[in-house]
């Protein structure tokens, strides 16, 4: 089985990342190289202070931390207490709100964390919506064997990779306080309810 991003994710197309035929946890296992090599791509409605590039009309409040290499679109907004690390790239119109985290990880148009989130290793479509305090978790603590496996359509996809989070198509929501365990995939416009648990893992 292949999970192909295109799938769930219309923009991903024609990003700076369209080119790339990979799975998701692929993407996201070198997210700091692909986004460098965007950095290097992009026009000059970019302002690029090392290894990050801020288009001209995003904000990024005072207090917000963004560690390169880091992409944020245009119109997006990074608020006060948000923390950006390890590869991520914001496309157009995205809110990363107060105190959310977002780490190794690709959003698309319109898509939110609102407050107090942690998403990492993840792919989010245009349109997805976080609410607060749900978390995106990437890492199989509980468990001996840390290989990310996902049961999916029937059979059970072997990541080959440790650190992954999800593929969440276009126009997902999550409720406040959800929890969407390592290595999940959602289709395009789920639902994920209010303290819910999601959790892929084969049993």
């Not at 290097?40 to 990024?60: F, P």
């Not at 944020?72 to 809110?95: K, M, N, Q, S």
Request: net charge negative.
């Amino acid at each position: 089985m292949t999970v192909e991003i295109a799938a769930f994710v219309a923009r991903g197309a024609a990003s700076p990342f369209g080119a790339l035929v990979a799975a998701p946890w692929d993407v996201t296992q070198h997210a700091e190289a692909h986004v460098a090599a965007a950095i290097a791509c992009l026009s000059t409605d970019y302002v690029v202070n090392g290894d990050v590039a801020l288009h001209r009309s995003a904000t990024v409040e005072a207090g917000a931390v963004v560690k390169g290499p880091a992409i944020i679109g245009p119109l997006c907004f990074v608020a006060a207490g948000a923390y950006l690390r390890g590869g991520v790239f914001l496309d157009e119109a995205c809110i990363v709100g107060p105190n959310a985290e977002l780490k190794t990880s690709f959003m698309f148009k319109g898509a939110k964390l609102a407050h107090l989130n942690f998403v990492g290793d993840s792919i989010l479509g245009a349109g997805v919506n976080i609410e607060a305090g749900a978390i995106v978790a990437n890492y199989r603590n509980e468990l001996e064997d840390k290989a990310i496996r996902i049961a999916w359509r029937g059979g059970v996809l072997e990541t080959g990779v440790e650190k992954f989070g999800a593929l969440l198509g276009d126009g997902t929501r999550v409720g406040a306080n959800a929890v969407i365990a390592p290595g999940a995939i959602l289709e395009r416009t789920a639902r994920v309810g209010r303290l819910a648990l999601v959790d892929q893992y084969p049993h």
